[in-house]
């Protein structure tokens, strides 16, 4: 592991922050404002071409854990986002839909559909209003450690190797790549590597009549889907698409890669192979058999695999199915968690998804490794079981997590102590009209629930 001390295998300091990013996506780009809206000078890393991470690059085109069924449970910057992605003409705002309608068990919830494109866009601006330093295309090398703390990190791109110092260090790549690097305990004591979640590789269809498909009769769906499916055509029981404005374009999550561990690069090299070929065989099925797909154009598919499921850390806190189910307090939470739960099969066709009775509370602790200083992780990699962690890695609960990443990280780069921070953590945060704790809920103005649209 390189040090800042150790001047031959250093390269070269080429800038000093308060707050270093490493990932830009859901939680890392909320994190970033934060830490710069904190007083923090703040930079992010990231490998992408754009920032907003799974949203973007991805193209998984809807903000899911803002509501658990009728009640809104995030606030803050996330919700500032959805606003500044209304007013760019990148979203109708939040409306009722049925999560895996053409699964035995689908979910009605409430999504925020949006067009991938200009998020990106306003993702840019956000940080750019925020003072933040942006580095795309970007990859996290490896950090930079001194007597157990993390100083900084090695970054590549097409300048060539260097180094950024931070105090303080947030880990929002997803897969915890820098807590992993700096030896922080990771967990998957639930299944082996090549038993993790399925991946998605996201595509986009031009020239549909979205209204028409959504008025088929989701039995039809189902039956559809499982013709697909026994066909060989579909790789598991969806339709599942996220409507843009305009109601002329589809994007979907219909493709399903199994037994990929995406931290291995020739695995994620030959599931975006894989994907490719899945979307070759799904078009000519959905144009020849799904209302509203007759003259299906495709138009994207996504420049990065979607990737669900990789490492967590064991962090001083590891959140429980049980919590969300019992819907535990704790007096360090910074966030709260909507649902749904969803469990995607290794290897078969379908989903354990179940919805929450009410909001969840997510403790700072879960974010904080127990023996790496100066490193707060956020989004899909906080410490949690496999289970709740698929109540928690929604990109709406994953961006509150990152705003309170933000907060924390810039006051450590103050120099306060992670262990005695929550309190004022939740103080600034509420401040902003996030929400940290259950009694929150009632505080904030919730939406008439007929004043949330259908799709
Ligand atoms: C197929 C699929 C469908 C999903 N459906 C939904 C849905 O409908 N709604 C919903 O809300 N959530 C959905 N999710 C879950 C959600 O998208 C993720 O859990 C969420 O994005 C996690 O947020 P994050 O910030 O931790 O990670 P991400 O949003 O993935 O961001 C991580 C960022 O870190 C960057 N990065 C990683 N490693 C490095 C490195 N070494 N150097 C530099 N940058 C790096 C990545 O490029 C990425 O931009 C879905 C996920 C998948 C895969």
């Known amino acids: 592991m390189p040090s800042l001390d150790h001047g031959a295998e250093r390269p070269p300091i080429v800038a000093r922050y308060d707050v270093l990013v490493a990932g830009g996506g859901a939680s890392g780009l909320v994190a970033a404002a934060s830490a710069a809206r904190a007083g923090a000078r703040v930079a992010v890393v990231e490998r992408a071409g754009c920032l907003g991470g799974t949203a973007t690059a991805s193209m998984v085109a809807q903000w899911l854990g803002f509501f658990n069924r009728d009640t809104r449970v995030v606030g803050g910057l996330p919700l500032e986002l959805t606003e500044r992605v209304c007013q760019a003409g990148g979203s109708e705002g939040f409306r009722r839909y049925t999560l895996g309608e053409a699964l035995k068990n689908p979910l009605p919830l409430v999504n925020f559909p949006f067009n991938p494109e200009i998020v990106k866009i306003v993702a840019d601006e956000l940080l750019a209003d925020a003072g ?30 260097s180094a950024v110092a931070a105090e303080t260090l947030i880990d929002a790549t997803g897969d915890a790549a820098v807590a992993h690097a700096c030896g922080v305990a990771c967990a998957d004591p639930d299944f082996d590597r090549h038993g993790r979640q399925p991946c998605t590789l996201v595509f986009r269809l031009s020239n549909i009549d979205v209204r028409r498909f959504r008025a088929v009769p989701r039995d039809e769906k189902r039956a559809l889907a499982l013709e697909g499916v026994r066909r060989g055509d579909l ?39 894989v ?5 070759k065989r799904i078009l000519p099925f959905l144009r020849a058999n799904v209302p509203g797909f007759e003259r299906a154009v495709l138009s994207g598919i996504a420049e990065q695999l979607g990737v669900r499921e990789t490492r967590r850390i064991v962090g001083r806190y590891t959140l429980r199915a049980e919590d969300i189910r019992g819907r535990v307090r704790f007096d360090d939470s910074i966030a709260l968690g909507a649902g749904p739960v969803d469990v995607h099969d290794e290897k078969g066709t379908g989903v354990s998804l179940w919805m929450p009775d009410g909001p969840f509370e997510i403790p700072l602790r879960t974010m904080l490794p127990t023996d790496v200083h100066g490193l707060v992780v956020t989004g899909r990699a906080i410490s949690a079981t496999r289970e709740a962690n698929g109540g928690a890695r929604h990109m709406a609960t994953a961006m509150a997590l990152g705003e309170a ?43 008439e629930p007929e004043s949330i649209p259908a799709i």
């Open 275 to 279: 994907g490719r070929q899945q979307i």
């Open 132 to 161: 933040v330093d942006v580095l795309l295309h970007t990859q996290v090398a490896e950090p930079v450690m001194e007597a157990g703390r993390v100083r900084g990190l090695v970054i590549q791109n097409v300048s060539g190797r």
């Open 405 to 447: 990443a933000g907060v924390c990280a810039a006051l450590v780069a103050k120099g306060r102590d992670l262990a005695d921070i929550a309190a004022d953590v939740r103080a600034a945060l509420r401040s902003r009209g996030a929400l940290v704790a259950a009694e929150d809920v009632a505080r904030v103005a919730q939406p």
């Open 235 to 273: 790789p598991w029981e969806s339709l599942s698409f996220c409507s843009t404005p305009g109601d002329t374009d589809a994007i979907s999550l219909m493709s399903r890669i199994h037994g990929i561990d995406a931290l291995d690069g020739t695995e994620a090299s030959r599931a975006m192979a």
